[in-house]
């Protein structure tokens, strides 16, 4: 069992920046695959981006490349999403999510960014 608790977000002026954070509890994080999904109002949820956990491969939606950076810390449980370059397309609940295999089974309850422009 992983329990994923996200905090970070905020409105941000088009052009800035956030960093969101997402902390699992559970002794096995090293070795899920962490992803950064979003949700905007009225839009499925989409992949933003996912940090392997055996070789710390990092996956980018084309939307994102350039922009976001995902990187984990497995001593502090935690992975982070480095967003810059923000645009008022980002604005949407940022999820972070845990894979051990083919699904993502563990999601966290989501936070809301905000890009103004």
């Known amino acids: 069992q992983v329990q994923l608790v996200e905090s970070g977000g905020g409105l941000v002026q088009a052009g800035g920046s956030l960093r969101l954070s997402c902390a699992a509890s559970?002794?096995?994080?090293?070795?899920?695959?962490m992803g950064w999904f979003r949700q905007a109002p009225g839009k499925e949820r989409e992949f933003v981006t996912a940090?392997?956990?055996?070789?710390?491969?990092?996956y980018y939606a084309d939307s994102v490349k350039g922009r976001f950076t995902i990187s984990r810390d497995n001593a502090k449980n935690t992975v982070y999403l480095q967003m810059n370059s923000l645009k008022p397309e980002d604005t949407a609940v940022y999820y972070c999510?845990?894979?051990?295999?083919?699904?993502?089974?563990?999601w966290g309850q989501g936070t809301q960014v905000t890009v103004s422009s």
């Open positions: 999510a845990a894979k051990a295999t083919v699904a993502y089974d563990y």
């Open positions: 559970g002794r096995t994080f090293r070795r899920y695959t």
């Open positions: 940090i392997s956990w055996s070789d710390g491969s990092t």
